[in-house]
T-cell receptor, first 114, second 115 residues
């Protein structure tokens, strides 16, 4: 079975500051990991995915995440926050290629302080 | 290029009623998955359809059923509605072919309120 834990249901950062959203996973097999973003009244949009290639994954809108097997982590970062980054962020895991049954975390709401 | 479209966007039902939600996948996609997102929670997998068959199912009761049509569109049916079924229902489509595997495109959802 797979699961993800997102630490911090709410995170606030100042505009221009580093964004760090935490995700730890549990998986009995090598996982595929994802970060999705959800803006108000919209569906989920894929930010980036890890599929066992490079451990540092770059995504859209300047976000990136690093897969650390020793720490079972897949934290999302962005060097400089923009007001438009305010949204809900979800980490998700699947057991591997071809399996699209995503298990999501409970989400982290990111607020940007002007 | 239209993405995933869902209808209706909002609906209100009463306990015990039945509801049908509809989804048209992104052009070129042949697989449809449904997720339930309760308020303040992450989405939970309901089931997935491919080639008009249910391929995977999450931990949801039989009150939740679905269908996929030859044009790849899909319906989610929920019978005997409970208050706890109130949620945003998300449809996601994907392609079984090539590098797009595992990448889901989500619709904006259908928000169901059960009174």
């Amino acid at each position: 079975a797979q699961s993800v834990t997102q630490l911090g249901s709410h995170v606030s950062v100042s505009e221009g500051a580093l964004v760090l959203l935490r995700c730890n996973y549990s998986s009995s097999v090598p996982p595929y990991l994802f970060w999705y973003v959800q803006y108000p009244n919209q569906g989920l949009q894929l930010l980036l995915k890890y599929t066992s290639a490079a451990t540092l994954v770059k995504g859209i809108n300047g976000f990136e995440a690093e897969f650390k097997k020793s720490e079972t982590s897949f934290h999302l970062t962005k060097p400089s926050a923009h007001m438009s980054d305010a949204a809900e962020y979800f980490c998700a895991v699947t057991p591997g290629f071809g399996n699209e049954k995503l298990t999501f975390g409970t989400g982290t709401r990111l607020t940007i302080i002007p | 290029d239209a993405g995933v479209t869902q209808s209706p966007t909002h609906l209100i039902k009463t306990r015990g009623q039945q509801v049908t939600l509809r989804c048209s996948p992104k052009s070129g996609h042949d697989t449809v998955s449904w997720y339930q997102q309760a308020l303040g929670q992450g989405p939970q997998f309901i089931f997935q359809y491919y080639e008009e068959e249910e391929r995977q199912r999450g931990n949801f009761p039989d009150r939740f059923s679905g269908h996929q049509f030859p044009n790849y569109s899909s319906e989610l049916n929920v019978n005997a509605l409970l208050l706890g079924d109130s949620a945003l229902y998300l449809c996601a489509s994907s392609s079984d072919r090539g590098s797009g595997a595992n990448v889901l495109t989500f619709g904006a959802g259908s928000r169901l309120t059960v009174l």
